[in-house]
């Protein structure tokens, strides 16, 4: 997803300040702004998951360790068999939940969609620094068109994924499209090739290129 969310150009930087690198700019402090956006939403969800996970776990946990507290405290009193099968049932549920909070690792996860927001936020920020400067102040477009390349570039690779249906929305709200080639986080697509029509069965063609890693 880091391909989506970084630069898209035509494989060459603007050579001054008109209108062509302005709008490369705008657009890619407009990627940036969805890029921090959607790892906020992700980070908020994923907390709400652990949220959900988390409070039942200890709810049931504070419930078995108060009945056998009881129990140890009062080894005489009768205590019903379903009453001692109800317990055992809810120790087994929180021992699940448990685990599954712990295999899931909501806490984790969202904290590192936070720190990759932040990141995004970042970059959009010297983005706009940038753009509200005179076209001498911002000293030659190639070098700063490298710089902040070389940030997306870092924070893309660096951060988790956000989803294509997610990224969608996203791009929508903030007017990225997504139809233009695409060179990001130092990756260039390729077009695929369309084999050869033959008269034989379908076969891979070794000629289609795919994106460079």
């Known amino acids: 997803m880091a391909d989506n969310v970084v630069a898209k150009t035509n494989g060459r930087l603007p050579g001054s300040w008109d209108d062509s690198a302005e709008a490369l700019l705008k657009d890619w402090r ?4 969805a890029a921090s956006e959607a790892h906020y939403k992700l980070a908020s969800g994923l907390r709400r998951n652990n949220l959900m996970l988390g409070v ?14 009881a129990s140890v405290a009062n080894p005489e009193a009768g205590i ?53 400067l005179s076209a001498k102040e911002r ?6 068109f490298d710089r902040i390349r070389k940030d997306m570039s870092k924070v893309g690779q660096q951060s988790p994924e956000i989803g294509d249906r997610l990224w969608k929305v996203m791009a929508k709200k903030y007017g ?15 077009p ?5 029509r033959t008269t034989q069965s379908p ?3 070794s000629d289609a290129t795919v994106p460079i890693a």
């Open 30 to 33: 407009q990627r940036m702004a």
């Open 56 to 69: 039942p776990v200890v709810i049931f946990s504070s419930c078995v360790g108060t009945s056998l507290f």
């Open 80 to 132: 019903p068999p379903a009453f001692k099968i109800a317990v055992g049932s809810i120790s087994v549920v929180a021992a699940i939940l448990a685990a599954l909070q712990t295999f899931l690792r909501f806490g984790e996860r969202a904290e590192k969609h936070v720190v990759a927001a932040d990141w995004y936020t970042a970059v959009r920020r010297d983005i706009e620094q940038v753009l509200a």
């Open 139 to 144: 000293g030659t477009p190639k070098s700063c």
């Open 176 to 190: 990225v499209h997504e139809s233009a080639p695409a060179i990001a986080a130092g990756k260039q697509r390729r």
């Open 192 to 196: 695929l090739r369309a084999p050869a």
């Open 203 to 205: 076969a891979v063609s």
